[in-house]
């Protein structure tokens, strides 16, 4: 089985005790934090700080050579993003107040309940992480840039929310919290979420499964497996996908048509980290990152009571939202030319030629099937082409079905007894309207309306001359 280390920095021990090191890290090691290291001679803490990436450290406080409480001071002073826990043998609320006002995060005896210990330890790398990420996003929203370009290459866009969403997908990529990913049904969902998997470079595989109207008990069995004669049938014991993705990735898709019952399994494996497979009483460790997606409203259906809210306000701590495809219609183009190239190799066709027209007719449509719906059609128009140039036949139906006002008919566009608008009026409009449906690209804006972009950018100027103008005489 492979792991990968957890959490994504070091955790270290420090403690003169040796057997109390070595029974500590043993500990931690089987509930899963292994990125651990140790320290029995304080003297070090300087040098291990300085070369190793420590983000968390659990102190002892009373040692021979320097007190704990001088090791925290010093700490908090030249690292005050590491979290410090004091672990002490001295169990005195004045001490331990004393060090949570010094900046310790939260102080244990070495006495107390294990669990009460690495609740603790949870909590205190919950925050180091999101200090991590919040860091990582900053940087990410200031350069403007991502980090690794490549992981996203297969993910064709020139919109900017989606380049936000790729920046947010670096800056949480590394921590093992459960990403949603929300979106229509075809915009590339599952896309994101191979990406996601690249990006945290855990060794393991991804394992995608599609959940919806899977029954409650194949739910378990599915996900954690079951124990040799859990049931009549079970002959064999079964890995579960969770044991398969181990060090990996599991994707849960159409999370938003899971039952009750299996949302409660789910949510109590994302709290606990362990889960038991189906007729054993002995509890197996997760080892792999939770990424799920949705193309319903999880807030809607959480309202409606199909949802527990537990579960989506722990999914949605980490969210990336994909808009539909009709609101970056400037993706219509891109996405259109990479099909097309797709297809022409998978069919081992020359590359053909795209009507101009092609993007801008498409873009009056609202590709209810997104992405995917596109790739069909141009995979279907690819097949049919007999010439250079792509047949556009595919798509007349849609342009019918969504056809612009047609001002050839005899439509009555205006009331009649109703003062008709001014032509300088209705061009604005028009304007407006185009720049609204390309989603501020005025290539595409000028496209639909018929004239040059060097054109709608003059008469964009002049609109808002004439604004500025109009709010100064009122
Ligand atoms: N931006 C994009 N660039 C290139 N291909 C894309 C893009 N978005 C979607 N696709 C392609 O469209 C198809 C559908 O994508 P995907 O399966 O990821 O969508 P989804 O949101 O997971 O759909 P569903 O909700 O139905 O599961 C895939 O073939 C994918 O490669």
Same mark, same amino acid.
């Given at each position: 089985?492979?792991?990968?280390?957890?959490?994504?920095?070091?955790?270290?021990? *420090?403690?003169?005790?040796?057997?109390?090191?070595?029974?500590?890290?043993?500990?931690?090691?089987?509930?899963?934090?292994?990125?651990?290291?140790?320290?029995? %001679?304080?003297?070090?803490? $300087?040098?291990?700080?300085?070369?190793?990436?420590?983000?968390? *450290?659990?102190?002892?406080?009373?040692?021979?050579?320097?007190?704990?409480?001088?090791?925290?001071?010093?700490?908090?002073?030249?690292?005050?993003?590491?979290?410090?826990?004091?672990?002490?043998?001295?169990?005195?609320?004045?001490?331990?107040?004393?060090? &949570?006002?010094?900046?310790?995060?939260?102080?244990?005896?070495?006495?107390?309940?294990?669990?009460?210990?690495?609740?603790?330890?949870?909590?205190?790398?919950?925050?180091?992480?999101?200090?991590?990420?919040?860091?990582?996003?900053?940087?990410?929203?200031?350069?403007?840039?991502?980090?690794?370009?490549?992981?996203?290459?297969?993910?064709?866009?020139?919109?900017?929310?989606?380049?936000?969403?790729?920046?947010?997908?670096?800056?949480?990529?590394?921590?093992?919290?459960?990403?949603?990913?929300?979106?229509?049904?075809?915009?590339?969902?599952?896309?994101?979420?191979?990406?996601?998997?690249?990006?945290?470079?855990? $060794?393991?595989?991804?394992?995608?499964?599609? *959940?919806? =109207?899977?029954?409650?008990?194949?739910?378990? %069995?599915?996900?954690?497996?079951?124990?040799?004669?859990?049931?009549? =049938?079970?002959?064999?014991?079964?890995?579960?996908?969770?044991?398969?993705?181990?060090?990996?990735?599991?994707?849960?898709?159409?999370?938003? %048509?899971?039952?009750?019952?299996?949302?409660?399994?789910?949510?109590?494996?994302?709290?606990?980290?362990?889960?038991?497979?189906?007729?054993?009483?002995?509890?197996?460790?997760?080892?792999?990152?939770?990424?799920?997606?949705?193309?319903?409203?999880?807030?809607?259906?959480?309202?409606?009571?199909?949802?527990?809210?537990?579960?989506?306000?722990?999914?949605?701590?980490?969210?990336?939202?994909?808009? $539909?495809?009709?609101?970056?219609?400037? %993706?219509?183009?891109?996405?259109?030319?990479?099909?097309?190239?797709?297809?022409?190799?998978?069919?081992?066709?020359?590359?053909?030629?795209?009507?101009?027209?092609?993007? *801008?007719?498409?873009?009056?449509?609202?590709?209810?099937?997104?992405?995917?719906?596109?790739?069909?059609?141009?995979?279907?128009?690819?097949?049919?082409?007999?010439?250079?140039?792509?047949?556009?036949?595919?798509?007349?139906?849609?342009?019918?079905?969504?056809?612009?006002?047609?001002?050839?008919?005899?439509?009555?566009?205006?009331?009649?007894?109703?003062?008709?608008?001014?032509?300088?009026?209705?061009?604005?409009?028009? &304007?407006?309207?185009?720049?609204?449906?390309?989603?501020?690209?005025?290539?595409?804006?000028?496209?639909?309306?018929?004239?040059?972009? $060097?054109?709608?950018?003059?008469?964009?100027?002049?609109?808002?001359?004439?604004?500025?103008?109009?709010?100064?005489?009122?």
């Amino acid at each position: 089985m492979k792991h990968n280390l957890y959490p994504q920095f070091k955790i270290l021990l *420090v403690d003169d005790e040796i057997a109390f090191l070595r029974s500590m890290s043993l500990t931690l090691e089987i509930q899963g934090f292994n990125h651990l290291i140790t320290c029995s %001679d304080p003297s070090q803490i $300087p040098s291990l700080m300085e070369t190793e990436d420590i983000g968390l *450290v659990l102190l002892d406080l009373t040692m021979p050579k320097v007190s704990g409480q001088k090791v925290l001071a010093w700490l908090k002073e030249e690292y005050p993003n590491v979290c410090v826990i004091i672990i002490s043998g001295v169990n005195q609320v004045n001490t331990a107040v004393e060090c &949570v006002k010094q900046g310790a995060f939260d102080y244990f005896v070495k006495t107390s309940d294990q669990n009460q210990i690495l609740d603790g330890l949870k909590r205190a790398i919950r925050t180091q992480e999101l200090t991590l990420e919040n860091q990582a996003l900053r940087a990410q929203i200031l350069s403007n840039e991502l980090e690794k370009p490549d992981a996203f290459a297969n993910i064709i866009t020139s919109d900017q929310t989606m380049w936000s969403a790729f920046r947010y997908i670096e800056s949480i990529a590394k921590t093992r919290q459960p990403v949603l990913i929300s979106g229509e049904s075809g915009v590339g969902k599952e896309l994101i979420a191979n990406v996601i998997h690249d990006l945290s470079r855990c $060794p393991g595989p991804l394992v995608s499964v599609n *959940v919806a =109207g899977v029954d409650d008990n194949v739910f378990a %069995d599915t996900l954690f497996g079951h124990a040799r004669g859990a049931f009549t =049938g079970a002959d064999k014991t079964r890995l579960g996908l969770v044991e398969k993705a181990a060090g990996g990735t599991l994707f849960l898709d159409e999370i938003g %048509d899971l039952s009750l019952a299996s949302q409660v399994k789910l949510l109590r494996l994302l709290q606990e980290g362990e889960y038991y497979p189906v007729g054993s009483d002995k509890p197996k460790r997760m080892e792999a990152r939770i990424v799920v997606a949705t193309h319903q409203q999880l807030s809607q259906l959480q309202a409606e009571g199909k949802f527990r809210k537990d579960l989506f306000f722990r999914l949605k701590t980490h969210m990336v939202t994909i808009p $539909p495809l009709r609101e970056r219609l400037a %993706d219509l183009p891109l996405l259109i030319d990479h099909f097309m190239t797709l297809a022409c190799k998978e069919m081992n066709k020359p590359s053909l030629t795209v009507p101009k027209s092609l993007s *801008v007719n498409l873009s009056q449509y609202s590709f209810p099937g997104n992405a995917r719906e596109l790739k069909a059609l141009i995979y279907d128009a690819v097949s049919q082409s007999t010439t250079d140039e792509l047949n556009c036949a595919p798509f007349e139906p849609l342009f019918n079905r969504e056809k612009a006002v047609d001002l050839s008919e005899n439509t009555l566009l205006f009331p009649p007894h109703s003062p008709l608008p001014t032509l300088s009026n209705m061009a604005d409009l028009l &304007v407006e309207e185009a720049m609204k449906r390309a989603n501020s690209n005025q290539s595409l804006a000028a496209r639909m309306l018929g004239i040059s972009q $060097p054109a709608l950018s003059k008469r964009l100027k002049n609109m808002k001359e004439n604004h500025g103008k109009n709010e100064k005489d009122t």
